[in-house]
């Protein structure tokens, strides 16, 4: 059974990084699949951030793309999130998925089968 | 706003027909296919439908999503009142280059 799991601070501060990882257990990270982040404010609508191929390759959402990182460790099979200069509109529910389709020629086309329970990050002082 | 556009709320009794659409434009459901994501309260985004009518295994085929032009939509026969969910469509922008949701709708079972 393919597993997902977010880990990460709680509360970040103004200006700081927030930083998350993904754990994927009872499937490898190496097989052919992407994996992305997406994110969802309190009381609101799902907003993407991104896909990462276990190889590095990535696609990032044009309004985040200053300020992500994504990053894999195949030898952890898990994945990993940086959100540099957050601010309160960062906070929000983080999720990690697993990526089925494909990504070719700037596109993507695929759904997120598995999700991760999520983790909720607050920004404040 | 978002990029797909969703009705806010929708709802229905148990045993009923209910739709949710999504609106969309050419970049977007005009030119990829869409997926269908639901949201239990408390709980993380579950795929519904991909590739605008398919079924994952283990979802209900009282479930169906359809795809005409840049408009798409989800029906949900036999409504149950565990069907009470948040419901967001999703597709790739091939301008924003980038995948987009909608707004989400919120399923009432009356």
């Known amino acids: 059974q393919v597993q997902l799991q977010e880990s990460g601070p709680g509360l970040v501060k103004p200006s700081d990084t927030l930083s998350l990882t993904c754990a994927v257990s009872?499937?490898?990270?190496?097989?052919?699949?992407?994996w992305g982040w997406i994110r969802q404010p309190p009381g609101k609508g799902l907003e993407w951030i991104g896909y990462?191929?276990?190889?590095?390759?990535?696609y990032y959402n044009p309004s985040l793309k200053s300020r992500v990182t994504m990053s894999v460790d195949t030898s952890k099979n898990q994945f990993s999130l940086k959100l540099s200069s957050v601010t309160a509109v960062d906070t929000a529910v983080y999720y990690c998925?697993?990526?089925?389709?494909?990504?070719?020629?700037?596109?993507?086309?695929?759904?997120?089968?598995?999700w991760g329970q999520g983790t909720m990050v607050t920004v404040s002082s | 706003q978002s990029v797909l556009t969703q009705p806010p709320s929708a709802s229905g009794t148990p045993g009923q027909r209910v739709t949710i659409s999504c609106s969309g434009s050419?970049?977007?459901?005009?030119?990829?296919?869409v997926n269908w994501y639901q949201q239990l309260p408390g709980t993380a985004p579950k795929l519904l439908i991909y590739?605008?009518?398919q079924r994952p295994s283990g979802v209900p085929d009282r479930f169906s999503g359809s795809k005409s032009g840049t408009s798409a939509s989800l029906a949900i026969s036999g409504l149950q009142s565990e069907d009470e969910a948040d419901y967001y469509c999703?597709?790739?922008?091939?301008?924003?280059?980038?995948?987009?949701f909608g707004g989400g709708t919120k399923l009432t079972v009356l």
């Open positions: 999703a597709a790739w922008d091939d301008s924003l280059n980038g995948q987009v």
């Open positions: 998925a697993r990526f089925v389709g494909y990504c070719s020629g700037g596109s993507c086309y695929g759904a997120f089968d598995i």
């Open positions: 009872g499937y490898s990270i190496s097989s052919s699949n992407w």
């Open positions: 050419s970049s977007n459901i005009g030119s990829n296919t």
């Open positions: 990462i191929y276990y190889s590095g390759s990535i």
């Open positions: 590739s605008n009518n």
